[in-house]
């Protein structure tokens, strides 16, 4: 994945110089035609507005799997290695019983996703939301583990959800949950 960032810085110099280039890494060949770097970010801009539409849309982890499909194909990354980091480590459900300020007992659904391992213990807080699903604690443990490793932080990605509504909920309430 380090080898991609050379190339884009390159693309980066390339807009900002308004020259035309390519710029070559193995396989991947990125040309950058002369034009202003507004242009160029413009394009970018409206491709992503157009494909954050079609995103919001699909589940959040197959969108996360197809994201990491495209850069394995990118990058030439190694079967095996692909096929360990398309799924998670582990994944954990638990119901989690508090007592309410009304005296009655509440089960709440919760998870925890540990992503990958690799780098280090995993990294991710606990989302508190009452539209949380396993699939979207997927992905976001999954993004955490390309954040931390990017950034070169010795952890790897985890996330936790748990399916309640905080702001209805008292602050005894949310100490117990």
């Known amino acids: 994945m ?13 807009a900002d110089a308004q020259v035309s280039g390519t710029c070559v890494r193995k396989d991947v060949q990125v040309q950058v035609l002369s034009s202003a770097r507004s242009s160029v970010q413009g394009e970018i801009m409206s491709s992503t507005l157009d494909r954050s539409a079609v995103q919001s849309q699909q589940n959040v982890w ?19 290695i692909h096929s360990y ?27 925890r996703v540990q992503h990958n391992l690799s780098r ?9 939301h009452p539209d949380v699903t396993l699939d979207e604690v997927k992905a976001l443990a999954m993004w955490m583990t ?28 949310l100490e117990g949950l």
Not at 65 to 77: N, S
Not at 120 to 128: N, S, V
């Open 85 to 111: 980091l398309r799924e998670p480590k582990r994944v954990l459900t638990v119901s989690v019983p508090v007592g309410m300020d009304n005296g009655k007992l509440k089960v709440f659904e919760g998870y």
């Open 146 to 173: 390309w954040k931390c490793a990017l950034a070169n932080i010795p952890f790897g990605g985890a996330k936790g959800g748990v399916i309640c509504d905080p702001k209805s909920m008292s602050q005894k309430e």
């Open 62 to 80: 197959q969108m996360a799997q197809r994201q990491l499909d495209e850069v394995a194909t990118l990058i030439g990354l190694d079967e095996n």
């Open 120 to 128: 280090g213990p995993g990294k991710g807080g606990i989302r508190f």
């Open 2 to 14: 380090s080898e991609i960032m050379p190339a884009r810085a390159e693309v980066a110099k390339l």
